[in-house]
């Protein structure tokens, strides 16, 4: 079953306001300090600029926090790569990056663990994050894709991402001859 629900206007604007803040704060080659609206020229996003607090969307136990299961440094890889401007494309990835969807709960310590290896791979240090956390993205991508009816943008960050983590588990697991 497909869920066809969009944010409202309403919340559509909040997102858009929260995500053009974030970018006035958060872009990474942003030279300017200016407070006017957002370069959308500009090529790249970082993740304050679709994050949402997720911490009481799904039910946890003691030592467990909300996670991610999509991170948002990868959507934020392949918003790059795509070279993301439209608005309204970046006010839908923040809602299906942030819903409830895309959040399970999970041990601090693997949340922590999983967090510097995606890290360290957008930092160039390392090629993949792991076998795991790579398949642990795509899981969240396929529901993603399952769940909501995509903006044709929105679907192609959605598909960068598959990409990108193909390519990550591709690294994490070469083949043999």
């Known amino acids: 079953l497909k869920s066809t629900s969009r944010p409202t206007a309403t919340?559509?604007?909040?997102?858009?306001?929260a995500a053009m803040a974030a970018l006035r704060r958060g872009r990474c080659?942003?030279?300017s300090s200016d407070?006017?609206?957002p370069d959308?020229?500009?090529t790249e996003w970082a993740t304050r600029a679709?994050?949402?607090?997720?911490?009481?969307?799904?039910?946890t136990k003691d030592h467990e926090e909300a996670d991610h299961?999509?991170?948002?440094?990868?959507?934020c890889a392949a918003m790059n790569n795509l070279r993301v401007k439209d608005r309204d494309v970046v006010a839908d990835v923040k809602h299906v990056a942030n819903d409830v969807?895309?959040?399970?709960?999970?041990?601090?310590?693997?949340n922590v663990r999983t967090g510097q290896r995606v890290k360290a791979v957008y930092e160039g240090r390392v090629p993949h994050p792991g076998v795991r956390a790579v398949d642990k993205q795509l899981k969240g991508a396929q529901d993603i894709k399952e769940t909501f009816d995509l903006l044709p943008g929105t679907k192609k960050v959605i598909d960068e991402a598959e990409r990108i983590l193909m390519e990550q588990?591709?690294?994490?697991?070469?083949v043999r001859a």
């Open 35 to 37: 407070d006017s609206a």
């Open 11 to 17: 919340v559509r604007a909040a997102l858009l306001s």
């Open 29 to 31: 080659d942003s030279e």
């Open 101 to 110: 969807v895309n959040v399970r709960a999970v041990g601090w310590k693997e």
């Open 169 to 174: 588990r591709r690294a994490a697991r070469p």
């Open 40 to 42: 959308f020229d500009a």
């Open 69 to 75: 299961k999509l991170e948002l440094q990868t959507l």
């Open 50 to 59: 679709i994050r949402g607090n997720v911490t009481h969307k799904v039910k």
